[in-house]
């Protein structure tokens, strides 16, 4: 089923997300809990991909496995900038031969030392939206940022290339984490200003660890508000406490942005069932209202 008609229906959808091992040896592990966030019945389950594009084949299977073996709609993410246009074309060959029906276009970041933009890759996340669209009948969709994404000047500047990543015809968008709801109702409100009027899902990553904290910012440069801070500083030493107090923080701020009319939620569940059960105990309820 493509994503988009699910988004469509007016109930609140939850999404889950897994990322592919580095490496073969991992994959059980990884399968395993996959199977055990699958139990939860989200709306669907996304899988990333690996940063230099070598786990593709991993990301697929998974995905695969996901919609086949499993029977929750899956979604697989490809990036553009670590491969050849034609190295792209075989991934969405391979994606549609096994019969995935939704894929998240992102460009990825540019490797170290590469010279970008080039000849045989494709440069933004629009153009691989466009080379989708000319292979298959997909479900496209793309990354947005709340704060900005790094690499932009200011946020006007960056919504506007997300109005022509939009236009060449993707379907919805998932946010990249963050930790204050304002800033992500100020985000929504400048975006449809801008005639974006896709579906966008907030993305809710729970934060269980000091040190998860710290790879997080390094990653998406977020701001982490002062209650956030308070948090960390008086659990953060106790591993117990704080993945509670994480747990409890997200679910805050779900259930903040259900209460305020969002209906569709993807929470970073990082390979980790025993968050995505947590949370959706905490929302039980909520999730049925
Ligand atoms: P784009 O939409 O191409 O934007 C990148 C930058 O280029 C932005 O600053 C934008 O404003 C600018 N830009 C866009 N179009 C133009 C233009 N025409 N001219 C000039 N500038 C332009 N990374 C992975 O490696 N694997 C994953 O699985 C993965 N999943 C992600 C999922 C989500 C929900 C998010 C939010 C991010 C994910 N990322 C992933 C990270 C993502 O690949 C990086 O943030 C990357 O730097 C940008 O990708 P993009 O698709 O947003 O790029």
Redesign the pocket.
């Known amino acids: 089923m493509k994503i988009i008609d699910r988004l469509r229906e007016d109930k609140i959808h939850i999404s889950f997300e897994v990322f592919p091992p580095k490496t073969d040896a991992g994959f059980d592990r990884v399968l395993k809990a996959t199977d055990k966030i699958a139990e939860l019945k989200p709306d669907f389950i996304s899988v990333?991909?690996?940063?230099g594009g070598g786990t593709s084949k991993n990301t697929a299977e998974i995905a695969r496995h996901i919609k086949e073996d499993l029977g929750v709609e899956s979604l697989a993410?490809l990036?553009c900038a670590s491969s050849t246009k034609d190295e792209v074309r075989n991934v969405i060959k391979n994606l549609k031969e096994l019969g995935i029906e939704n894929i998240?276009?992102?460009?990825?970041?540019i490797p170290e030392g590469m010279t970008f933009p080039s000849e045989d890759r494709f440069q933004?996340?629009?153009e691989l939206v466009e080379e989708i669209h000319k292979n298959g009948d997909f479900c496209i969709g793309?990354?947005?940022?709340p704060e900005g994404?790094v690499?932009?000047e200011n946020k006007k500047?960056?919504i506007g290339?997300?109005k022509?990543?939009v236009d060449k015809g993707v379907d919805f968008l998932?946010?990249?984490m963050f930790f204050d709801n304002d800033i992500h109702y100020n985000f929504l409100y400048r975006i449809r200003e801008a005639g974006i009027t896709v579906p966008i899902l907030p993305?809710i990553m729970p934060i269980t660890s000091a040190a998860q904290m710290k790879r997080s910012q390094e990653l998406s440069g977020t701001i982490f508000p002062r209650r956030f801070l308070a948090i960390l500083d008086r659990f953060g030493g106790c591993p117990d406490a704080m993945w509670q107090a994480g747990i409890a923080y997200a679910t805050d701020q779900i259930i903040d942005l259900l209460a305020n009319g969002v209906k569709n939620i993807h929470i970073y569940s990082m390979n980790k069932p025993e968050i995505a059960e947590a949370i959706m105990s905490n929302l039980s309820e909520i999730i049925k209202s």
Request: net charge negative.
């Open positions: 990333t991909y690996g940063a993410h990036t998240l276009a992102l460009r990825g970041d933004h996340a629009s793309a990354a947005c940022y994404h690499e932009s500047e960056d290339f997300l022509e990543k998932t946010t990249q993305g």
